[in-house]
């Protein structure tokens, strides 16, 4: 019996749902190639063990900042914009600091 166009499309919808978990051998899915490139490149392409990646933190996990670092950087930006919103808001928010001081005396000398 000669296949119709009904049971040939059967046919191909079979294939594409069957394709994706056969690749030919020595292939990867793309992701799989990406974070095996990711893990190679860490190491320097060295093979990852479990001791190497648990030797420091994620490298999505942004290490923890200075809290008094940044509040002097937010202390210099209030400064360098000079308004009464830029200090008013610097005390606001650090209001306990010891540059809250100074922020305050700086305010006090702006016109109104």
Do not use: C, W
Request: charged letters at 30%; aromatic letters at 4%.
């Amino acid at each position: 019996m000669k296949p119709g166009p009904f049971s040939a499309g059967v046919l191909g919808v079979l294939a594409v749902l069957a394709g994706p978990d056969r690749l030919p051998v020595g292939e990867q899915p793309a992701m799989v190639g990406k974070a095996n490139a990711d893990e190679s490149r860490k190491d320097g392409g060295k093979e990852s063990g479990k001791e190497s990646r648990m030797a420091g933190p994620s490298p999505s996990v942004p290490m923890a900042r200075d809290p008094s670092a940044t509040v002097a950087r937010e202390y210099e930006l209030a400064r360098r914009q000079g308004t009464r919103e830029a200090f008013e808001l610097f005390i606001a928010r650090h209001g306990d600091d010891p540059l809250a001081e100074k922020a305050r005396a700086e305010l006090k000398q702006l016109p109104r």
